[in-house]
């Protein structure tokens, strides 16, 4: 899986800035909201973390874990969202150890199950996901698919 890093961003909270700007680089949510996610968490207020992978220190995957996922299950929750890997180190297993290390950090606080939306079929099955059901999404014409992780 290369000679990468992976951590949580309270184990490295110099990244705050960074990491909220390459997120919002990847997603059409603002950096302030990204900000907000992160501040709290770094402050203890929530325990739902943010996670990243890191290639001589620079951000190459990462996801959060989020209240609600602009759905409208708002029954189903914590949500991990903005999972992302640089196009460049695809294929590597970045995400799928992200998606473990989070599911491991929220049980460890006795924080289960997860939900997760996507329009992905086969990927998320990989780590343990399984579908759902059919949710609308904020603003969206067609149902996207929700997975969940005991």
């Not at 297993?93 to 460890?108: F, N, Q």
């Not at 992905?120 to 904020?138: A, K, N, P, S």
């Amino acid at each position: 899986m290369g000679d990468y890093e992976y951590v949580t961003l309270r184990e490295r909270p110099e990244f705050l800035d960074m990491a909220a700007s390459w997120f919002h680089s990847k997603w059409s949510v603002p950096k302030e909201a990204y900000l907000a996610c992160m501040t709290a968490y770094l402050k203890n207020e929530t325990e739902y973390g943010w996670y990243l992978c890191l290639n001589r220190k620079q951000i190459i995957g990462g996801l959060g874990i989020i209240e609600n996922d602009f759905h409208n299950r708002k029954d189903l929750s914590p949500n991990v969202c903005a999972v992302y890997t640089e196009e460049a180190f695809r294929g590597q297993g970045i995400a799928g150890h992200l998606l473990t290390m989070a599911v491991d950090d929220m049980k460890s606080k006795g924080i289960s199950p997860l939900y997760l939306v996507t329009n992905h079929t086969g990927f998320y099955e990989r780590y343990g996901w399984i579908f759902l059901c059919m949710v609308q999404g904020d603003g969206e014409p067609n149902l996207s698919r929700m997975y969940i992780h005991r």
